[in-house]
């Protein structure tokens, strides 16, 4: 059962009044869907549109310079047209956040048993010693040594891997049907990494919740995962379950994202290849397909409009491609 519907999701920013010149797009037309218990991931450079899809997804943006359009069905509702204290009720108990720096999240001035239990008390009416009682719950479910004496520590008295495994708590404790967890092991060590992402699939299988993990690391969606988009210029430029997608990458950014990532069953090499140039600046992108200046397939026609996803001919089912001139396995064949 679908629990998150995206149609056609556009942010933008600036531009709408007289003399304000173009609007700047960081997310152009993005389309999907995640089902409960399924995990999606989305993957792409630093810059590609990540982080904003899903921050307008939740309406987080942070500012009355952006402009959303587009739909996003939540339960039945679309979350576009809520108004700001409708979609606070809807945060946290539809829809939880894990943000990337636990340190940053987390207010060092409280305790952290004072700051999981705010929105418990506030938004559910448990009285303080319920509440209490219910964050211990959450922090002996992430796995945190003696739960309860915890939440008398502050942030900066934990680890970073707690420090995340408290953030996860948090964003569990209202029992959202969607999980977005925004690059949730950044400046953790390999180990710790391992453990969180192992975590968040436990979590996500237990609690039946859609999961979107939002990386730029395509070895950490591979196992943990059902399906990726990838995205490019605040476009899906390659949509697909996650086997297919690494048996037969089909879009030319995939396929450069994928040989830029180490291998442990192909010969050591002195430098792993790199992607030529930068994605490109919203402000001024480039005509036609916005990796065409990047892209060493690329031909004139390339330039000339924005593909459309198109379906890939003879491959698995839900494999959906913005190229229509590089087949599955890039031989160059009609996607």
Known sequence: MTVLQVEHLKVSYGGRGPGQGTPLETVRDVSFS???GESLGVVGESGCGKSQTMLAVLRMLGTTDAAISGRVDFAGEDLTALSPKQMRAIRGSGIGLVS???LSALNPAMTIGKQMAE???HYDGLNRRAATTRCAELLDLVGLPAARERLNNHPHELSGGMRQRVLIAMAIS????VLIADEPTTALDVTIQ?????LIDRLRKELRMALILITHDLGVVAGITDRIAVMYAGRIVELAPTTALFDA????Y??????????MDRPRVDRLPAIPGFPPDPAAPPPGCAFQPRCTDARTECGQSVPPLLTVAGGVAGHQVRCPYTGPAGEGGNA
């Open 34 to 36: 995640v089902a409960a």
């Open 100 to 102: 990337q720096d636990a």
């Open 119 to 121: 929105p418990l008390i």
């Open 174 to 177: 209202r029992d959202p049907k």
């Open 194 to 198: 391992a453990q969180v992402l192992q």
């Open 249 to 252: 990458p089909g879009h030319p």
């Open 254 to 263: 995939t396929r450069a994202l994928m040989k830029s990532v180490p291998r």
